[in-house]
C-alpha cells in the first residue's frame, strides 16, 4: 500500500526563515504579530506558508 501521507508544504522553517525573522525582531520595523507580510515578500511563500513559520518562530522564541 502507499503511504498516503505527503507534505505539500513546509512545515519546518528554514535557518535562513528563522534568522530573517530574528532579523526583522530585532530592526523594530515592524511588530512580529505583522511579520507575515514581510515573510511573503521575502521567500515569495503564500500567506498560509508564512504564518506556519511565524507561529513556529514564535513558538519557540525564549520568553523572559
Known sequence: ?????TTTKQE???I?????????R???VTNM???RPYLVEH???SKA???TILSFWMSS???D
Open 1 to 5: 500500500t502507499m503511504n498516503m501521507e
Open 12 to 14: 519546518i522553517p528554514s
Open 16 to 24: 535562513e526563515q528563522l534568522e530573517f525573522l530574528d532579523e526583522l
Open 26 to 28: 530585532e530592526s523594530g
Open 33 to 35: 504579530y505583522g511579520a
Open 43 to 45: 521567500f515569495d511563500i
Open 49 to 51: 506558508e508564512a504564518g
Open 61 to 63: 522564541y525564549p520568553r
